[in-house]
DNA sequence: CGTCAACTTTAATTTAAATCAAGGATCATC
DNA sequence: GATGATCCTTGATTTAAATTAAAGTTGACG
């Protein structure tokens, strides 16, 4: 039952953001069978390398995709919020290439791969809505190189957390302005490639800029175009807007 | 006709890779009808924002894609070899969110979206080997993510002609060793997030620690272990080497 | 085959970020 | 509400890479 594996609708709201999702489609998810389980901050729901068979969804909590050096340096590649397919390449791929590490205590729902994958078959719309999140994955992986390969700390900084934002709004999370960010400095700093140390400094700086506020792990932005500015963030590639079908 | 827009069965080659296509699969390419254009080195194939319609191919040349940022930095996010897909998220997508552009003088394959989208429809194995090389590609970009994260400029530049080595060899373009790579140091700056005068630094280290030989645009591996090593190269994830079907 | 433009190398200097280190918060737990 | 662990802040110092600059190559083209 879709009340059991998603009480908010927000798979739902996923799917259907970049893609038409017609009323019926949105019944036939609702009819999955689906098994959820509790995963405390910290720990590990997938491992690179080894192979998983299920689908997973994000019902509460955020998680992120991390790749390891050799060297034991870690790099986060992504964030996954409430309502994100944790692994949206199962239909084609046996086994992960990154970790996914929960940022917070998390609750995750399983589909059996066969099922969803034929409920796929059945539904057009659905399966073009995975393969669209598939490709804004792209996007935004692409995005990230950019962040990470020429911009300043600060900027960085500024350009990881306009993202959360803008993501977190349109998943209807937050309303884009006030959010809270269950990250470390660590984690945020392995995200843009950068050392904790100067997470807290371009944070600082960015609050002493007058453009976001900032106590514990929640913040505001004050200026919003002058914090997208801050961050050369501009939300035109989060979502697929033309749809060529 | 396939002798036409793939006279070295590149494409072929590529399709095959991640994927069990057979030989009517083949045959099935090879009856598709392309027009070919060929671009001089540093034009644009395509722009970012502008929307595209057909699906191209690379029959010669190098290309790389490209994003911009506001204040003109430059960020390449990948590289695309003879037999690649242009653009592979033309089923889902309307418009890039970088640009292509020629390293090199190149010939490009172009086949209408719609008998494309027929020949896909028809053979479910070029379906698939389609949607695993868009897993690949995102592989590549947390791989490229990772190297740009938390390495050395050293490191990171031996990555990259690891990559580069690695991706040609299994295109069957070069013996894995030696390669010309088509890129001013320049560009591979902008590949791995340094600056070109320590791109030269970097590659001058190399050789001087004995790993490749190198003269204009011509690199040789002398001892391979230990340039991967020096990288933290693996070809783990260059290809999807368990197929799930 | 000489000229020019683009690219590469090398050295000297500057700078942004890393590192090191110590003092404060915050939070979970008893 | 004390205790300890984790996390955050801030300053001092070091370092890797950027910047600047100039000389040396290469290669395209007339």
Redesign the pocket.
Known sequence: MISEIDPCGLIAKNLSAHSQIQLFDNEALGRLKARTRTFESGSYVFREGLSFADYAFVISGHLFRQKQNLDGYRQIVSLIIPGDVVNPENRFVNNLDYNVVCAEKSCIAYVQKSEFESLIDVHPSIRLALDIITAAESRQLREWLLNIGG????TRVAHFLNEFAARTKLRGLSDGLRFSLP????QI?DSV?????????S??SLVESGLIK????RYEIVDLNAFRQAGQFTERFLLVDDLPH
Chains 1, 2 share one sequence.
């Open positions: 911009r300043s700390a600060r990250m470390s400095q660590e700093g490639g950068i050392t904790p140390v100067h997470v807290s400094r944070i600082r900032h106590t514990n792990r």
